[in-house]
């Protein structure tokens, strides 16, 4: 599991509207160029070039070299861990407290004269 500085890295990454933008634009369309990715995008290809590398510094953009391009891969495991360790746990009070209170309502009522 991500810890530490590691998992800072995944929050800065993902604090960012562009950086969320190109890792959205690479989960459509995987293996992107750095000129695929800014077509569209009202950044500067340096503007890019920055926000990649720190999605790269968080494990959440892996290169590939073809030829002289570097080809850009969205890898969801950091944001996978991420889930893991900070949402999921969250949840799972709620989820145990909605199946009591479904247990409960599809018990059967309890007789007249007994405390349930």
């Known amino acids: 599991m991500t810890r530490g500085p590691d998992i800072d890295k995944v929050f800065k990454a993902l604090a960012d509207a562009s950086r969320r933008a190109l890792l959205d634009s690479l989960h459509a369309r995987d293996g992107q160029t750095l000129t695929q990715l800014c077509e569209g995008l009202a950044m500067s ?15 959440l953009v892996a290169v590939q070299w073809q030829g002289r391009e ?9 944001i996978h861990e991420l889930s893991r360790r900070w949402i999921s746990k969250f949840d799972e009070p709620r989820l145990d407290a909605l199946h009591a209170l479904k247990t409960r309502l599809e018990s059967p ?7 349930p």
């Open 45 to 59: 290809r340096q503007a890019v070039t920055q926000h990649l590398n720190l999605l790269e510094a968080a494990n």
């Open 70 to 78: 570097k080809v850009h891969y969205f890898n969801p495991v950091p």
């Open 109 to 115: 009522p309890p007789r007249k004269g007994r405390k």
